[in-house]
Structures are given as C-alpha cells and as structure tokens.
C-alpha cells in the first residue's frame, strides 16, 4: 500500500481512551474517521465501570447478547474489515470457526480486560491502515467473493456497526444497573 501525505484539514485527531464529538466542519475522510472513533469510544463507555460477571451477563433474555460478546463480536469486525479484507493481512479469524460460528457471543471464556485490549488494538491498527490509505477511493478486496470495496464504503459500514450494536449496548448495560446514556 502506498501512502501519500494527507492534507492537515484532512487529519482527524487522534483521541485515545476519551470520546470527543465529531467536527462540524470538515471533509469526508476526517468526518468518516471522526464518527467512527466517535462510536468506539461510545461503547468503551458502555462498558465503563463494570466488572466481568456483569459484562458477560445475559441481561436481555431470550437473547445470548451480552456486552462482553459485543466487545468479543466487534474486536473480530475490526480485524476482520480493516487488517484482512482492506490491507489483505494473513492473520486468522478472531472468535469464529466453522464448527462454532458465534463463539463471539457464546463463549465467553478468558479475562474481559485481555479482550478489551485486544480491541483497543484493532481499533488502533484500524486507524493506522485508514490512516495510510491514499484516498478514500482506495480499495479492498472482500474475501470470498473477490468483490471490491472503497474504504469509503467500510469506514461506512463500521460506523453502521457501531451503531447498531450501540442500541443493543444501551439495552444491556440499562437492565445490568439502570445506567443510560447518550
């Protein structure tokens, strides 16, 4: 992958651990990078303040969600688009085999903080690869299929993601401890 200057109104900033709020004013690729960190930092949030037991509740019955197979799900999301499908990484699957499909949401084996780093490391290494791409016109390639994408159309289908699985995040986190938020 080669890599070109990006303009500084282009550069989205760099926020680490704190969530800020998206420019109002600015071009695509800061805007895309910026909502998408946006809704990182939203579920790290989510999250916030709970121990194992209670991130790895199943508190929406009939549902088997719980946050700590949301973080398990979105770790693999990360991996999954960004460093295998967009940067063609050779790196194995997180959390999926055939014999076991959903065993991001199912098994909720190993220590929650290992999981959680091993997210913000994706996430970081997400922002690294969309960092360096050329353009937003850049492609991937989806495996499988041979089909390509912009990273335009996966830095909007992660924030999609993100979203969606926000709703169920808020759901989760309300029936663990009454804790709602925005």
């Known amino acids: 992958m080669t890599t070109g200057p990006i303009p500084e109104a282009s550069r989205p900033a760099r926020v680490g651990g704190e969530r800020v709020d998206p420019s109002c004013v600015a071009d695509e ?36 969600m719980s946050l700590h197979g949301l973080l398990r799900h979105l ?47 994706e996430c970081e290494r997400s922002q690294e690869i969309a960092t360096a791409a050329e353009s937003m016109e850049q492609q ?24 969606r699985h926000l709703g169920h995040a808020d759901l989760l986190r309300e029936r663990i401890d009454g804790e709602v938020g925005e």
Not at 36 to 64: D, I, M, N, Y
Not at 92 to 114: A, H, K
């Open 75 to 121: 770790t693999g999301v990360e991996r999954w688009w960004f460093r295998q499908q967009f940067a063609g990484e050779d790196l194995p699957i997180l959390y999926y085999s055939d014999d076991d499909p959903n065993q991001d949401f199912e098994r909720l084996d190993g220590d929650v903080e290992e999981a959680f780093a091993l997210w913000r490391a």
């Open 29 to 64: 690729r800061r805007s895309l990078t910026e909502y998408l960190e946006w809704h990182r930092r939203t579920f790290e949030l989510k999250c916030a303040g709970l121990g194992q037991a209670q991130l790895s509740e199943l508190s929406v019955p009939p549902s088997g």
């Open 140 to 163: 991937g390639t989806r495996l499988g299929t041979g089909e390509p994408f912009t990273l335009r159309w996966l830095m909007l289908r992660m924030i999609t993601e993100y979203a």
